[in-house]
Each structure stands twice: as C-alpha cells, then as structure tokens.
C-alpha cells in the first residue's frame, strides 16, 4: 500500500507567456529558426494556471514585457524561503533585464529583495527540500551564489553539478516531491554529485533519460499532486505506485525556449 500524500496548498508566481518567443539561443533546446506558435504558448499556459487553482492553490502574475521572451519562466527570477527574497543576476545578457521587472513585482507585494552579487538563476537552479537547498552550478548558477544563498537563508546548501547541457538547470534533472524527498535524473549530474544525491535521498524517485527528456523532471508538486508533462510516461507511473497523484499539463510550445512546469512557476514561501 503506498502511503496516502498530503497536499499543501502553495502560492505560485507566474508570468503571461504573451510576449513569448525563441530569438536567441542560450540553450540546446532553442533554435531560432524554429516558427513558435505564441497563441498555443499561451493556451498551454493557461491550462497549467486552470490546473494550479483547480487544486487550491494561488497563482499571482507578474506583468510580461515585450521584448523579453523568455520572461514567462518565472522560476528563474528569484528563491523565496520565510519571507526571504534572492533575487536573479542572469548569465545571458539578453534576460538580465528580467530581474528588475520581477523585483518591482515582489516589491509591490511586499518583499524585500536581496540582489545575488554572482550569477543566480533563481529556483532553476536552487531546490529547498529537507531542510537543505539543493543548488546547481555547471551551466548557469555560479558557486559564489549558493553562498550568499546560504548567508541571507541559514540553510546548509548542497551543490551539485551538472553535466549535460540539455538539462542545463537543475529543475530540469531534479524536483522536490514533498518536504522530504526528491525524483531526479542521475544521468544529469557528476559522479560525486550523484553520490550526494543517493546518501541524502536514498528513497528517491529514479527517472529515466527518456523521462528526463520529455522534461519529466521539470515537474511541480504540492506534497500530493505532481503536475506533470504526460510525455514523461515511466515517471508518471512510478508516482502514480508511489502515492502520488500525477495531473498532465502539456508545454510543448515553451519547450522550444527549453522550459517546462516548473520553469513557469516561482514558489512564494512565505
Ligand atoms: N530559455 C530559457 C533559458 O535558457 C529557459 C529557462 C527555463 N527555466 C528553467 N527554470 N529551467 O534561460
């Protein structure tokens, strides 16, 4: 009998994708010339935001900005943990005008915002679970920052490096299911840090590459509902055997930007 899942009702942070577009490449996901289909972009979207409220929980929405493209993965912009905000310092200069349009959002909304000093992705790159923050480097993310992470947050951070391009954050290889355990990908990661992985999580939830592939791992849940692209079959079974209850919200429009659920979504922990 898998044990019964308990969800907690979360606050998420969102953008509009109404501005969405690939017109640069700063991953292997993107190709410029590849046509996007920004009105299915935004459909896809709406049915994760319908998805989020179906289940209790609160979506907000940060105003889009034209010109920014990439502006709809919302996870990228800031870490929130009690309250706390770590703002971005992009590595692309093309979306590092990004940071301040999201830093007036948390403002408005009460927040104070703690500028990272090296380049810091936000939740792309940083996962609190079990008491610790799991923090990728290798592409995006700089060392220095998990850091300052620790610093304005008191929790001990954990850094793990990535190795394969294509999963180039790592909330592409790496998600919290609950406060206590994770699913990840090891092909993702070094030796040592999927060492780390196995002895901090020795119960966790394996994908395979071909999950990770269809951003299986890029998934969102809230301890109970794991939303979650339904390409990502293997994983979704496994969740299911496991106690939890998958709900599929297909992105395939954002994955040309190589983003996903989680990409589009900044938990506000407050
Ligand atoms: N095109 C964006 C980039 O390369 C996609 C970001 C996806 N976000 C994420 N949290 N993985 O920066």
Not at 234 to 242: H, K, P
């Amino acid at each position: 009998m898998p044990a019964t899942r308990l969800r907690r009702p979360r606050r998420y942070l969102t953008c509009e994708p109404r501005f969405f577009d690939v017109r640069y490449t700063i991953n292997p996901w993107m190709r410029e010339d590849a046509p996007v289909d920004t009105a299915l972009a935004l459909r896809q979207w709406h049915t994760l935001v319908d998805a989020y409220r179906a289940h209790g929980h609160t979506v907000d929405t940060v105003p889009p900005v034209p010109g920014l493209p990439d502006m709809v993965f919302a996870a990228n912009a800031a870490l929130v943990l009690d309250g706390r905000v770590l703002g971005s310092r992009f590595h692309a200069p093309q979306r590092q005008p990004e940071s301040a349009a999201y830093e007036l959002w948390f403002k408005s909304a009460g927040f104070d915002v703690h500028a990272p000093r090296a380049v810091c992705e936000g939740e792309g790159d940083l996962v609190p679970v079990g008491g610790l923050l799991l923090a990728g480097t290798g592409f995006r993310t700089a060392p220095a920052a998990h850091a300052e992470a620790q610093e304005l947050f008191g929790v001990p951070t954990v850094g793990l490096r990535l190795t394969d391009p294509l999963f180039y954050h790592l909330d592409t290889a790496l998600f919290a299911l609950d406060d206590e355990n994770v699913a990840y990908y090891p092909g993702a990661f070094s030796a040592g840090s999927r060492a780390v992985l196995a002895r901090l999580f020795p119960d966790a939830v394996l994908a395979t590459e071909a999950d990770a592939l269809a951003f299986g791992l890029n998934s969102v849940s809230d301890g109970r509902h794991v939303f979650i692209d339904p390409h990502a079959d293997g994983l979704v079974a496994e969740l299911g055997r496991r106690g939890y209850v998958p709900v599929p919200v297909d992105l395939s429009e954002l994955r040309k930007a190589g983003g996903g659920i989680k990409c589009c979504t900044q938990e506000v922990r407050s």
